[in-house]
T-cell receptor
Framework: AQSVTQLGSHVSVSEGALVLLRCNYS??????LFWYVQYPNQGLQLLLK??????LVKGINGFEAEFKKSETSFHLTKPSAHMSDAAEYFC?????????????FGQGTILTVHP | DVKVTQSSRYLVKRTGEKVFLECVQD?????MFWYRQDPGLGLRLIYF???????EKGDIPEGYSVSREKKERFSLILESASTNQTSMYLC??????????????FGDGTRLSIL
């Protein structure tokens, strides 16, 4: 079984500051990990994915995430926040194999960016 | 680009009504999913389907059913709507081949209010 914990339901940063959104996972098999972003009144959009090829994954809009097996973490970072980054972010884990593509999502982190 | 289309963005129904939410994807994906999204709870899986006429319960199937008669279409049915089913409903699809998890692609959601 898989589970995801996102630490902090709300994160607030200033424009230009580092963005760090935390995600810890639990999985009994090598995981597939994803970060999604949701803008108001929209569906979820894929930011990046980890599928064991490289531990540092680069995504869209300047975001990246690092897979750390020893810490069971997959934190999302961006060096310099922009006002347009304000949204809700979801971390998700999949089990691969015969799971039919099922993903388990975290509770989400709302990112606020102050001018 | 993958397109997942949900038939309604906003829907208002009355308690006891039978409600149909429709979802269509245009990329020949094997897997389709229905989630509900509530503040602070993230996305919870209601039902998913990995092939035509095949379905499996997710984490919160009570009060819902689904139908997948054609590969591109996945319908969520509220048999007798209740006020606690007021929520945002998200449909997603993903490629089902291979052993690895592929990203899920989401529709824009249906905000359903049950009065």
């Amino acid at each position: 079984a898989q589970s995801v914990t996102q630490l902090g339901s709300h994160v607030s940063v200033s424009e230009g500051a580092l963005v760090l959104l935390r995600c810890n996972y639990s999985s009994s098999v090598p995981p597939y990990l994803f970060w999604y972003v949701q803008y108001p009144n929209q569906g979820l959009q894929l930011l990046l994915k980890y599928t064991s090829a490289a531990t540092l994954v680069k995504g869209i809009n300047g975001f990246e995430a690092e897979f750390k097996k020893s810490e069971t973490s997959f934190h999302l970072t961006k060096p310099s926040a922009h006002m347009s980054d304000a949204a809700e972010y979801f971390c998700a884990v999949g089990a691969g194999g015969t799971s039919y593509g099922k993903l388990t999502f975290g509770q989400g982190t709302i990112l606020t960016v102050h001018p | 680009d993958v397109k997942v289309t949900q038939s309604s963005r906003y829907l208002v129904k009355r308690t006891g009504e039978k409600v149909f939410l429709e979802c269509v994807q245009d990329m020949d994906h094997e897997n389709m999913f229905w989630y509900r999204q509530d503040p602070g709870l993230g996305l919870r899986l209601i039902y998913f389907s990995y092939d035509v006429k095949m379905k499996e319960k997710g984490d919160i199937p009570e009060g819902y059913s689904v139908s997948r008669e054609k590969k591109e279409r996945f319908s969520l049915i509220l048999e007798s709507a209740s006020t606690n089913q007021t929520s945002m409903y998200l449909c997603a699809s993903s490629v089902g081949t291979g052993a690895d998890n592929q990203p899920q692609h989401f529709g824009d959601g249906t905000r359903l209010s049950i009065l």
